[in-house]
């Protein structure tokens, strides 16, 4: 499952010393502007000491803050407790940022100031800065408040897309499930009506099943499978085939050789082939020829599928029957929109299915032979 990353601990420090720091330069520039404009002097030393030492007590505040606000939610059901808790932080924090500021200036100034008296300092800083270390006193809350929420935003999402693709998963495994003993059955049927005229090429198409059936099982949980290896496949699908249409089936490949490592969903071509088979060259007293053609055209690897059939069949019953309606659900569920998949007459005469699919670029392989 994809997760959200997560920062190490001393990644998080260093971001949160380095937003404060800011901070404070913001700050130091906007002093020493102000003050120039107004004819006073002030050195940029001084005032970058002087908001450095202003923001990083509000970062050493913040680590107490964010570990508060961590804890105390304002969720729903006890909001009231949060409220309470934060209201009184918030003062506490206001307070504590006027003694350690207090006791910083005693530091600084103890060489110029020799008489430096805290009580008449506090007093006079906590008027001058309590309710602006109110203010960012919530500002850290809120922040800390939005990220959170962002993160349990992102987390559902996250979970939502993850259980998608669960689901979409389990449906394409159940689509695939249908598709093997669908396959099975057809070929068993021809195999039964052959026994019967001429056991030998009955015997010789059990022998391909067998190993037709191992081939398949290699690739029982595999959504998508190099083209080579749809081809390679379907090759020992067509020589069943041939041994009960002999002559009256000729088959054509048109697939160049830099598209074999292209990804492609498993049997995907099989379904179509045997479309083809069964509504264009069956009904043929001369049989007929199936062609496969692949062609990478833009973003997309085209596939297709025809024959030289009549082109006149039923396609209510072509494009109904399970093998097609299984194809099309599985594309639905790899690709959404991101795919077409049409069928039809050919320009040529015969009849056409044809599949478009995002072509991703494979990754060198070395040599591959041609088909």
Not at 83 to 88: F, G, P, R, Y
Not at 107 to 130: C, I, N
Not at 255 to 265: G, I, K, Q
Request: some cysteine; overall charge positive; hydrophobic content about 45%.
């Amino acid at each position: 499952m994809h997760t959200t990353g997560k920062l190490r601990p001393w990644t998080k420090w260093a971001w949160l010393f380095g937003a404060w720091t800011l901070i404070a330069l913001a700050f130091a520039s906007q002093f020493n502007f102000t003050q120039a404009r107004r004819g006073y002097i002030v050195t940029w030393e001084f005032a970058l000491t002087t908001a450095l030492a202003d923001w990083y007590i509000c970062a050493l505040l913040s680590v107490p803050t964010l570990w508060l606000a961590r804890r105390y939610h304002f969720e729903p059901t006890r909001w009231r407790r949060g409220l309470a808790m934060h209201v009184a932080a918030s003062a506490l924090f206001a307070v504590m940022w006027v003694v350690l500021r207090v006791i910083v200036e005693m530091l600084r100034s103890r060489e110029h100031l020799p008489v430096f008296y805290f009580g008449e300092m506090f007093h006079w800083t906590l008027v001058r800065s309590f309710y602006f270390n109110l203010l960012v006193y919530w500002i850290i809350v809120g922040a800390s408040h939005g990220m959170e929420y962002y993160r349990r935003y992102r987390e559902r999402e996250l979970r939502a897309i993850e259980l998608e693709k669960l689901l979409v998963q389990s449906r394409l495994q159940a689509l695939q499930a249908q598709l093997n003993p669908h396959f099975l059955f057809n070929t068993l049927n021809s195999i039964s009506s052959l026994m019967h005229r001429d056991v030998d090429a009955a015997d010789r198409m059990l022998v391909r099943l067998s190993g037709l059936l191992r081939l398949a099982l290699e690739n029982v949980e595999t959504q998508q499978v190099p083209l080579r290896d749809e081809l390679e496949f379907l090759r020992r699908y067509l020589e069943i085939e041939q041994v009960r249409f002999g002559a009256r089936l000729e088959v054509k490949f048109d697939v160049p050789p830099e598209l074999l490592d292209a990804p492609v969903p498993n049997l995907l071509l099989q379904p179509l082939v045997e479309n083809a088979i069964k509504h264009g060259i069956a009904p043929r007293k001369q049989g007929g020829w199936v062609e496969v053609r692949a062609r990478h055209e833009g973003a997309e690897l085209a596939l297709a599928v025809k024959d030289n059939g009549t082109g006149t069949g039923d396609n209510t019953a072509i494009g109904g029957g399970l093998g097609l309606a299984n194809t099309r659900a599985r594309l639905e569920h790899l690709y959404g929109k991101r795919h077409r998949f049409e069928f039809g007459p050919g320009p040529e005469g015969g009849f056409e299915a044809r599949v478009r699919i995002p072509f991703v670029t494979p990754e060198p392989v070395g040599e591959t032979a041609a088909v």
